[in-house]
């Protein structure tokens, strides 16, 4: 809000009656300002009644709780015309605390809706109350900023329409029949529950998406030298998405028919405006469409010159509004949502008639993917981009797994075949890229304000789950501060595996793509690994604001950053900082539990782990039937080192008990006494993850005894066989297979150099 | 055969529960188009559909409870066969076998209002006025050089060996059609100085059909075409591109008439590798 009324400062001499004055004409000058303002500002208010609600849904075979607001899933479209103000009541009916966020708008920093940040969270049974001027106009989206709810059914449509006499209504783009559609996901599981098997590295997931690329699929697709260099590397089987989802929705459902807009009956010749927002948690999803081109026109709500593309990937909370013709009389066409794994899809059929369906995109392939990997990365885990200067998602690096673009996978490939590059007729798909975005006026910051410039590089661990910025989460990193004012440019570098939407609040950014002065706003940039990003923006309006990745699981893992503005004013909605940002950090500093538990015939063996970010606190036990297949308790506490985390170093305490056995060793490998029947050592040592994904230990005991062991889990042998095997100085050895039943539940067998042989269910959580 | 059908029918029925029974028309024209349908449709336990060749009907025996007739003609859509409510996608169509090709029955195409949109790969052909009468001819003889190594570098943009070999013969006929009296000075010392290479370099493009090789010779036949058309005046502007991985990783330019970069070294592997470093009005 300018201020309306200037500072006076007053000679003391004329005081009375030049006070007497100033009062008169401030008064007046108030008057008129507010006279003047309240014909400008008087335009509508518009209020929403949200009421917040658990739920249970059916949407995928098995009854499950999701959260509904006013009854529905999708949240209701909530649409604003630019001038008017908005006024959301959120009435808070769950039994658990609640936010809302509003995906790329500019207003104050209260009613952002970032809990423990911007405003302390939505407490059950409580109403709060967003009210801004809506300042801007175009297609967004809003969603919870609680937890994993945003998953499980809050998310929805936000849309603020032009004003008709506005000068950038455009003829042709603006007056189309138009659809708001917002792109989810639907999983049985509980999100919590994919959180926590994402940070313990569970592959099941892969395995329902068919994308486990075990040796034995390697070995028949002709990859086996591409899987061993790939664990050599240590790098784990990757896909291009983490989560497993059993339905992908358009507005909630996975197929719908778009027949009439506004009464308006479709027909063919028609161009039909799709206002498209990806409300998806962790999914990027290729849009084609079965009636041709499509043209672009908006991106996070800011129009762009008119692009025409054969497909285009929307990030996870980007929106794009583009335009399709309706080519044929009586015919229906496909517009379809495919997910970056192209295991799952959403469908809407435009217009009236038999409906004309789209290919889908075919399976990817993996192990040209897995290939490309391992050229791109080094063996201590840094990537290498071999000169390429990649930004803007201009160059795909994952176009050596699309079958549509360079052919269907050949089992046993030679690589000297002269024939392995095959001419592609598809290979001139036009996909859009961030460079052909172009924004129809100009976007230059104002020239005076001075510039920082900040340097961020994407950092993350597949195999641990822990995704960065700089190495550091959320809970370990200050605020970066920024003036008001200031032209603030940030470089953002990709040094990561995973492809990460990297979003602002609170306001939009240039993305500098070549387009000089008219460079493209937006709010969200998906970087592409090894991509180098500049973005650009003016610090115009003050408060805490919030810089993460959009993939949820990504963000509740701590990759993000807060930028904070420099002499702001105290939020009136958080009495007390100090408490609130202990509750912030607390969402990446969270342990994960895991255990497992063999059921077998020679003794129980399992381990548990609650491990966080850098922790780790587990145990291992063997826990034979008797005293002579003897008992065992190693318990370790360890921190993880460095960015790859491969070094462990811990300390720990190890127990046994055994009553003359098989297998009795006197000595060790270094001709220590063996204390194998009745130890109770404190210890302390490092794990150390060696190529091949083989973990190395040596630990000391506080006897003097030394032991060094090598120990390999889960190496995947085919879809559903995990083979383990370990062995030690002190004479030790274990192997052993698994087979995957489902997600808590294998069968086992192993060989235990002191229990014998046996077999087993295992159950995992 | 036909009891030995009916038995097959009646144990698989048996193992569909809530079962609903419907027939409806598919296009389609041979047994090969029979079993691509019905395996495309089956879903164990849950659908079992018969697909007669002669009348062109099949018989969809459903669990009601799990799927639906529409989820069950989906499949059978996209595995090419057109019913009453799913047409199939044109290229999967395109990839039946010729018998199983049915007829399928012509689209009603509306009239669609000329598009505002900017179609990158046309933006670049508009024709400008024709220059001077004068010079037409010898913008004639250099125009049909260029034309032709712009058919040489689109053809290596499909990775097409074949077509690029064919392309390059049509080039080496173009330089050898120039005749030098009729070209500028400027052109004329350029063309001196990199004729030799650009017959040697096209010779070897028309000689193999291996893509990579003809890459190689891409390589030197672009720097000399650039230093030529940069002295010879063109009536749309042509783009001077770069991908730094080509080449063996030493780097390598093309000339392209549209801006947005198709690189002729990668293909579709890698397309969009590359960007403009220079553009010659």
């Known amino acids: 809000m300018s201020h309306f009324i200037k500072n006076r400062v007053l000679s003391p001499c004329n005081m009375r009656m030049k006070s007497l004055i100033v009062f008169i004409k401030t008064n007046a000058i108030i008057t008129v300002f507010v006279l003047f303002s309240s014909t400008i500002f008087a335009q509508k208010v518009v209020r929403y009644d949200l009421y917040v609600k658990d739920t249970l849904v059916h949407f995928a075979g098995k009854e499950k709780r999701a959260i509904a607001v006013n009854g529905q899933i999708p949240m209701p479209t909530l649409t604003f015309t630019e001038g008017d103000t908005a006024e959301i009541h959120v009435h808070n009916q769950l039994k658990e605390e609640t936010s809302l966020h509003w995906h790329g708008l500019f207003l104050p920093n209260k009613e952002d809706g970032v809990p423990n940040l911007t405003q302390m969270p939505i407490w059950p049974n409580t109403t709060h109350i967003y009210r801004f001027p809506i300042i801007q106009n175009g297609t967004h989206w809003y969603h919870s900023h609680s937890g994993l709810q945003e998953q499980i059914g809050m998310y929805g449509n936000f849309v603020m329409l032009k004003r008709p006499s506005s000068p950038s209504f455009r003829k042709g783009i603006d007056d189309l029949p138009t659809l708001p559609i917002v792109l989810s996901e639907w999983t049985n599981l509980n999100p919590e529950n994919i959180h926590r098997m994402l940070h313990n590295a569970n592959d099941y997931p892969a395995l329902k998406k068919n994308s486990v690329q075990s040796y034995g699929e390697a070995i028949s697709a002709g990859h086996f030298k591409t899987k061993m260099k790939n664990e050599w590397k240590r790098m784990m089987a990757m896909d291009v998405s983490d989560v497993y989802y059993e339905k992908i929705f358009m507005n909630g459902l996975p197929s719908s028919e778009l027949k009439s807009i506004s009464g308006n009956e479709l027909k063919g010749g028609d161009k039909v405006r799709l206002r498209i927002s990806n409300g998806g948690a962790s999914s990027y999803f290729w849009l084609t469409y079965a009636g041709g081109k499509i043209t672009v026109v908006a991106n996070d709500g800011n129009d762009v010159e008119p692009v025409e593309v054969d497909r285009l990937i929307i990030a996870v909370s980007e929106t794009y509004d583009v335009i399709v013709t309706i080519p044929a009389e009586k015919t229906a066409y496909e517009f379809l949502a495919t997910t970056e794994d192209r295991t799952n899809s959403a469908s809407i059929y435009i217009g009236n008639g038999i409906k004309q369906l789209k290919s889908p995109l075919p399976r990817l392939k993996y192990f040209e993917g897995m290939k490309m990997m391992n050229d791109m990365m080094k063996m201590n885990g840094e990537l290498d981009d071999m000169g390429m200067a990649m930004s803007l998602n201009q160059m795909d690096m994952n176009v050596v797994m699309y079958p549509e673009i360079t052919g269907d996978a050949k089992p046993k490939q030679d690589d000297n075949d002269p024939n392995r590059y095959n001419a592609n007729a598809l290979g001139d798909l036009v996909t859009l890229n961030y460079a052909m975005l172009k924004s129809p006026t100009i976007t230059a910051l104002p020239k005076e304000a001075p510039i920082k410039e900040l340097y961020f590089k994407l950092s993350g661990n597949m195999n641990r789950y822990v995704w960065s910025l700089d190495n550091k989460v959320v809970s370990e990193a200050d605020k970066i501060l920024i003036k008001k004012g200031e032209n603030v440019r940030i470089v953002i570098y990709n040094g990561s595996m995973m492809r990460h939407p990297m979003h602002l609040h609170g306001h939009d950014f240039r993305l500098l793509n070549g387009q000089g002065q008219n460079a493209p706003l937006k709010n969200i940039v998906d970087i592409m690994p090894m991509e180098t990003d500049t973005l650009e923006f003016n610090a115009n309006v003050e408060g805490d604001w919030f810089f993460h990745c959009h993939i949820l699981y990504h963000m509740m893992s701590g990759m993000g950053r807060v930028f904070s503005y420099e002499n702001q004013l105290p939020n009136p909605l958080i009495p007390n900082p100090k408490l609130a940002q202990r509750k912030l950090f607390a969402d990446d500093r969270g342990f994960h539990f895991m255990a497992e538990n063999d059921f077998a015939t020679n003794g129980n063996d399992g381990m548990a782990m609650l491990q966080n970010t850098r922790w780790s606190i587990g145990s291992e036990w063997r826990l034979g039937y008797h005293d002579s297949h003897g008992y065992e308790v190693e318990t370790h506490i360890g921190r993880y080192m460095g960015k790859m985390q491969w070094l462990m170093p811990f300390i720990g305490f190890d127990w046994r008990y055994r009553k003359f056995g098989i297998d009795e060793q006197e000595t060790n490998l270094f001709g220590q006494s063996n204390s194998k029947d009745l130890r109770s050592l404190v210890t302390v040592g490092v794990n150390y993850t060696l190529p091949l994904l083989i973990v190395g230990q040596a630990e000391i005991y506080h006897d003097g005894n030394i032991r060094f062991q090598l120990m390999r889990e889960d190496m995947p042998i085919t879809k559903r066989l995990r083979m383990s095997f370990m062995l030690n100085t002190d004479k030790e050895y274990m192997a052993g297979f698994r087979y995957i039943v489902n997600k808590n539940m294998g069968i086992t067998s192993h060989y235990d150099s002191d229990m014998g042989f046996g077999a087993g269910i295992t159950f995992s959580y | ?281």
């Open chain 2, 1 to 281: 055969m036909a009891m030995a059908l009916m038995l097959s029918i009646s144990t698989c029925f048996a193992e569909i529960k809530n079962a609903k029974e419907e027939t409806v028309h598919i296009y389609g024209n041979c047994s090969i188009c029979k079993s691509t349908i019905e395996s495309a449709a089956n879903v164990k336990d849950v659908v079992q559909v018969e697909w007669n060749k002669d009348t062109k009907m099949a018989v969809l025996t459903y669990d009601e409870k799990q799927t639906n007739q529409d989820e069950i003609l989906k499949r059978i859509g996209l595995a090419g066969y057109d019913s009453d409510k799913f047409l199939a996608p044109d290229n999967v169509y395109a990839k039946l076998e010729t018998c199983c090709q049915y007829e399928r029955a012509a689209k009603i195409i509306a009239k669609i209002e000329a598009s505002k949109a900017v179609n990158l790969a046309v933006e670049e052909k508009v024709v400008a006025p024709i220059l001077e009468i004068k010079t037409e001819g010898e913008q004639l003889q250099l125009k049909e050089v260029f034309n032709s190594y712009f058919a040489v570098k689109d053809a290596l943009v499909k990775t097409d060996g074949t077509l690029a070999a064919t392309k390059a013969v049509l080039l080496l006929n173009s330089i050898n059609a120039v005749k030098m009296e009729n070209l500028t000075k400027e052109e004329h010392s350029e063309w001196m100085k990199v004729m030799k290479d650009l017959v040697f370099d096209a010779e070897h493009i028309s000689e193999t059909k291996d893509a990579g090789h003809q890459r190689d010779h891409f390589t030197s036949l672009s720097k000399n075409m650039y230093s030529l058309i940069k002295v010879s005046k063109q009536e749309t502007p042509t783009y001077y591109q770069f991908c730094p991985m080509a080449n063996k990783g030493k780097g390598a330019n093309w000339l392209a008439k549209e801006k947005i970069v198709k690189n002729p070294y990668y293909g579709s592997k890698m397309l969009g590798c590359g960007k403009t470093v220079e553009t010659i009005n």
